[in-house]
C-alpha cells in the first residue's frame, strides 16, 4: 500500500470520530515533490488528543516516516477545530509528528499542545491546496488567513528556525527565501521559486550558498548532501542579509 494510504489509515485509527477532516498540503499537492520533499498533512479534530492517543500516533507513525525506513518523512499537524474556527493568531498546534523529534519523543517527551505561529502559513497553504484525504474540503471547516497573519506567522518563526543553521542549512536558507517572498507580496510559494525570486533581489556576494540550497532541494537526498569547499561558510552571511531583508519589509 502507499506510504500516504498508510498513513491516512493511521491517523483515522488512532483519531477516530473526533477526525473531521485529513488534508495534504505542500509539495505533494502540486506534483512536485523533490527528492528530500515531506510529506505534509494537517488534521483538523473535535477536540484535544489524549495522552494515549499521541503515544500511539508517534508509536505508529514512527515506522512510517523517514529515510530509515525508504520513505519519505511525515510532517503531521493536528488542531482543534474550536481553536482555529473563528481564526484568532498565533493558532495552537494540538499535535505535531516530525522526524526531527524523534530525539525528544524517544525520551518521554510526548509533542503536546501550544502556540504556533507557522500555522497561519501551513493553514494558507491547506486551503489553497484543496487536497482533502478524509472529511470535506478544507474551506468548509476553515476560516480563510488574513494575509498579514500569514506573514507575520513567516517572520516570528525565524528564531526557533535559526536555531537549526548548523545541521539544515539547506532548510534554513530556503525558509528564510520564501518567508521573505511572503512578507514582501502576499504570497506562498515553493522553495525553489522562493530561492530564484530572492536570488534576484540578493547582493551578489551573498548569492551562492542559496543557490546552492536550492539546486540541492531540486536534485538531492538530505544523505547525499554536499556542499563545495567554503560554501557552508558563507551560508551565515547570507541568512543575515536574509533576516534584514525580511524586516525591512515589515
Known amino acids: 500500500m502507499h506510504q500516504l494510504d498508510v498513513v491516512v489509515a493511521v491517523v483515522e485509527g488512532v483519531v477516530g470520530e473526533d477526525l473531521l477532516g485529513l488534508y495534504l498540503h505542500g509539495s505533494a499537492v502540486r506534483d512536485e515533490l523533490r527528492p528530500a520533499s515531506d510529506l505534509d498533512l494537517l488534521a483538523v479534530t473535535r477536540r484535544s488528543l489524549d495522552r494515549e492517543g499521541r503515544a500511539e500516533l508517534c508509536r ?8 530509515a525506513h525508504g520513505l519519505r518523512s511525515v510532517d503531521l499537524a493536528t488542531v482543534v477545530l474550536d481553536e482555529v474556527v473563528p481564526w484568532a493568531y498565533p493558532a495552537r498546534c494540538d499535535f505535531r509528528w516530525g522526524d526531527w523529534l524523534r530525539a525528544q519523543i524517544a525520551a518521554g517527551l510526548l509533542p503536546e499542545a501550544g502556540p504556533s505561529p507557522g500555522l497561519a502559513v501551513e493553514l494558507a497553504q491547506v486551503l489553497a491546496g484543496d487536497r482533502a484525504l478524509l472529511g470535506p474540503p478544507p474551506a468548509e ?16 518563526g ?53 543557490e546552492h540550497a536550492r539546486d540541492l532541494y531540486l536534485t538531492t537526498t538530505y544523505a547525499d548532501e554536499t556542499w563545495p569547499n567554503g560554501l557552508h561558510d558563507e551560508a551565515g552571511p547570507t541568512v543575515e542579509q536574509l533576516v534584514a531583508r525580511i524586516a525591512a519589509e515589515a
Open 60 to 67: 505508529r507513525l514512527s515506522g512510517l516516516s523517514g529515510p
Open 141 to 156: 471547516l476553515l476560516d480563510p488567513r488574513p494575509a498579514a497573519d500569514v506573514a507575520r506567522g513567516g517572520r516570528d
Open 158 to 210: 525565524i528564531p526557533e528556525l535559526l536555531t537549526g543553521l548548523p545541521g539544515d542549512t539547506r532548510n534554513v536558507l530556503l525558509t528564510l527565501a520564501r518567508v521573505w517572498l511572503t512578507v514582501a507580496t502576499g504570497e506562498v510559494r515553493p522553495k525553489d521559486e522562493a530561492a530564484s525570486w530572492a536570488l534576484l533581489r540578493l547582493d551578489p556576494e551573498h548569492r551562492a550558498p542559496l
